[in-house]
């Protein structure tokens, strides 16, 4: 089945150790999110490609970056986590805003990496 | 700017009955996407339904129903015959140029 996945599914990381999180999808979604959902909070979006091209969230703290090398991948990297980067993280997909397309705004959601900063 | 509100932290039902969660929204837009997310406790956020702003028909999945009142900016989702495996956290959301707006949630409670 078409899906997106994520790797993985825990992290727990030490107070300052760069940690990178992964996302992968088979559904050849032209458009992949990272969001950030603390304990019973909606998510938050922080950035997302849409193809190469990366969107910041003009909230989103300069200690996560993203990466994106092909479609199929994109990474979340988190430089220097802090205790309040505790969270779960959400990748999502979609395949764009274009009209005509199957359900073009419907965004797929993976399980999720449940980070923890020791 | 867009703004989603659920104004339920948290809801129950009995098993079998009917629920209704609410929702509004704020936007300046004309066409939009309106959407019902569930997110079951540990487990993935998966899209309950959706409703294209320009259809007035209300959108129906199954046991999943929603009241869109495009005047009043509400988007209100009905559970009929509630099962145990609805209980979850529903979180309605908005979205403009591919960017999802969300509410912050209802848990919902499915007593047997």
Redesign the interface.
């Known amino acids: 089945d078409a899906m997106v996945i994520q790797n993985p599914r825990y992290q727990v990381t030490q107070f300052g150790k760069p940690v990178t999180l992964s996302c992968s999808q088979t559904l050849n979604h032209n458009?992949m999110?990272w969001y950030q959902q603390k304990s019973?909070?909606?998510?938050k979006?922080l950035f997302?490609y849409?193809d190469k091209d990366f969107n910041n969230e003009a909230d989103t703290p300069d200690n996560f970056q993203s990466r994106r090398p092909n479609t199929s991948f994109c990474f979340l990297d988190i430089r220097s986590p802090g205790l309040g980067d505790a969270a779960m993280y959400?990748c999502?997909t979609?395949s764009?805003?274009t009209a005509g397309g199957p359900?073009p705004?419907?965004?797929?959601?993976?399980?999720?990496t449940r980070l923890t900063v020791t | 700017a867009q703004t989603v509100t659920q104004s339920q932290p948290e809801m129950s039902v009995q098993e079998a009955e009917t629920v209704t969660l609410s929702c509004t929204y704020d936007t300046s837009e004309s066409d939009y996407y309106l959407f019902w997310y569930k997110q079951p406790p540990s487990r993935q956020m998966i899209l309950v339904i959706r409703q294209e702003a320009y259809k007035q028909q209300n959108a129906t999945e199954n046991r999943f129903s929603v009241n869109f009142q495009k005047a009043a900016k509400s988007f209100s989702l009905k559970i009929s015959d509630s099962q145990l495996g609805d209980a979850a956290m529903y979180f309605c959301a908005y979205i403009r140029a591919n960017n999802l707006f969300f509410g912050t949630g209802t848990r919902l409670t499915v007593i047997p």
């Open positions: 458009v999110y019973s909070q909606a998510p979006l997302h849409y959400l999502a979609s764009g805003g359900r705004y419907e965004q797929y959601f993976g399980p999720g």
